[in-house]
C-alpha cells in the first residue's frame, strides 16, 4: 500500500465528507423525532445509516494508492470499491427492509440526500 501525500488528501477529503454527512442525517434525524416521531425518525436514520456504511467502505478502497506510478492500482482499487459499495448497498437494503419496518419515503429521501450532500459538501464545509 502506498501511503503518500495523494492517498492522505484524498482521504482526508473523503472522511471529511462522510463526517459532514453523518452530522446531517444526525441532526435531520433529530428534528424529525421532533416534529414527525419515532416511525419517521428511524427511517431517516436507517436511510442515512444505509448511504453512509457503503460510502466508508468505498473511500478506504479507492484511496488505497495513488500517484502515477500506481494507476493501474488506482484504478483497481477505485472499481473494487465501487462494487463493494454497490454490494453492501443492496445487502443493507435488503437487510433493512426484512426486520425493520420502515417508512418509505422518509428512509428513501435520506438516502438520496446523503447521496447528493458531496456535491453540496463545499457549499457548507472547506475542503
Known amino acids: 500500500m502506498m501511503n503518500n501525500k495523494l492517498t492522505t488528501a484524498g482521504r482526508k477529503l473523503a472522511f471529511t465528507q462522510i463526517l459532514f454527512t453523518v452530522l446531517v442525517v444526525l441532526l435531520t434525524t433529530l428534528v424529525t423525532y421532533f416534529v414527525w416521531g419515532v416511525a419517521h425518525a428511524r427511517s431517516i436514520a436507517t436511510g442515512g ?6 460510502n ?8 488505497k494508492y495513488a500517484g ?13 470499491g465501487v462494487k463493494l459499495k454497490m454490494a453492501l448497498t ?4 435488503a437487510l433493512a427492509f426484512k426486520f425493520l419496518v420502515l417508512l418509505p419515503i422518509p428512509f428513501f429521501a435520506m438516502f438520496c440526500l446523503v447521496m447528493v450532500l ?9 475542503l
Do not use: D
Open 49 to 54: 445509516v444505509v448511504a453512509i456504511i457503503p
Open 56 to 63: 466508508i467502505f468505498f473511500a478506504l478502497k479507492a484511496f
Open 68 to 80: 502515477a506510478q500506481s494507476s493501474k492500482k488506482v484504478v483497481e482499487s477505485f472499481f473494487s
Open 90 to 93: 443492496a445487502l443493507l437494503f
Open 118 to 126: 458531496p456535491l453540496l459538501a463545499p457549499f457548507f464545509i472547506k
